[in-house]
């Protein structure tokens, strides 16, 4: 069987290394005046999510020019093959990358040129999910419109960002002509908002959901609510990052993780990083996470069915 990730954002898996050199390349001085690149970047103690995302303005600041994205796409699809992975869904925000000499179009180019010399190299398929900025909702917009226009170089569309306040229903329009045009839809809900984001995220047309732990919530004293009986029933994949979660401050430590409950139910669950960086990790150690906390056949986690796929 076959290995893929679904979940891991690009811009938040840089190789500490490479960000340091791409840092000097272009004298960004916020890290070059840093001691520990690696050290900064890992956001596993931090207080506040606004804490843990501002390492995110210094990724997205050495991710100006088509060589570094692709660099860093090929480095991405690189580690993903050395922990075993031959199916690689990355995701990322283009219009982060676009500035007056970078477009929409080169950073999708370029993303893809990256995961195409990983593919000549070793052999692992990489794929492109676009995300739009649910707390900028021209960006969401955007986004939709671009991967209408892109569709053959892309494997899905995602909205990331803030999830509570911006639930997907104040996107439906574009949801859903992104849904006509027959490209792929994950959603993240049920981690920063409840079950009904969960519910929200399903009826704009999310065949899988990003995170989605909280649907945990919606069984009490071993009953099943409407929506944790749909995702049940019809065996929705959850794209579950439980060192991400923990970061975030969703949970206070792995034993408080839900992942466990999730797996005994029958949940169709999939383990995932989500930020390799940020957090520290990479797909071996969250397999050893999972594996810890009294999973077996972690290594199930990661064979996604090829019917479900994003890939054709
Ligand atoms: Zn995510």
Redesign the pocket.
Known sequence: MLKHIL???LD?GLRPATALELAKSINYKPLLEIEDVESFFDRSLSNSLEEYLEAFTHTIALMQNFSSIERIAFEAAEDMHKNGIDYYES?YAPFYSVNSSTTPLEVIDAINSGFKLAEDSYGIKSGLILCGMRHDAEDVINVANLCVEVKDKIIGF?I?GPELNYPPSLFSESFKKVKDTGINITI?AG?GDGVNSINDALENGAMRI??GVRIIEDINDEKFGNTASKILDLQVPL?I?IT?NIHTNMYEDYDSHPIVDLVDYGFNVYL?T??RLMSNTSVSNELEIAKGLGIENVEKLLMYSASDSFFD
């Open positions: 979940h891991d954002h938040g995701r995602d990331a993240h981690e990003g995170h794209e990052c991400s995932n989500d930020n």
